[in-house]
C-alpha cells in the first residue's frame, strides 16, 4: 500500500509536468526536459525527480544562464503520503517559479527586448514590477491553498 501511494505521488508529479511540456528522458531517477527560445538558440532545462530519503520525492532542476544555475536553490520535497490535490498545487506552483526565472534568465531577455509599457504584436505589456507582482500574487496564492489544504488534513 505504501510503494502504491509512493507511485501515484510520483505519477501526479510526472503527469503535471507532462501537462506543462516538459518531456521524460529518463526513468529511474525521473528526468524530465524542456527548451526554451533564448537569443542563443533554444536552451534545455532539466528537472529530475529522486527518491529521496524518509519517503518523499525530491524535485530539483537545471537551468543554466551566465555560468549560474537559475533553478538553483528551489527544490521542493513531496512526502509520499501527501493529498493528491496538495502534489498537485505544489508541482503547479513549482513549475510557475521555474519558468518565471528561466523567463528572466539573460538570455531569454536578450530574444525579448521589449520595454515594459511598449507595443508587442498589437498588445501594450504592463510595467515590468506589475508583471512581477502578478507572478508572485499567483504563487502566494497557490502557498494560500497549499496552506488551507494541509490545516483541513491536520484537522
Known sequence: ???????????????????AGWTVLGTAP???NKFFATAVGPKEAQIRIDE?????????GWYWSEGNNVLAAMDIYIPSDMDPELVA?????YLVD?????????AARLLHPVQP???????????ESELMSRGRQLLDDIASEIRAIENIGRR
Open 30 to 32: 525521473k528526468v524530465m
Open 98 to 106: 521555474a519558468e518565471m526565472r528561466i523567463g528572466s534568465s539573460y
Open 89 to 93: 498545487l505544489k508541482v503547479d506552483a
Open 117 to 127: 509599457g511598449k507595443v508587442l504584436e498589437g498588445e501594450v505589456l504592463p510595467p
Open 52 to 60: 529521496g530519503s524518509e519517503e518523499k520525492w525530491w524535485v530539483n
Open 1 to 19: 500500500m505504501k510503494e502504491q501511494l509512493k507511485q501515484q505521488v510520483l505519477a501526479i508529479i510526472v503527469g503535471k509536468m507532462i501537462d
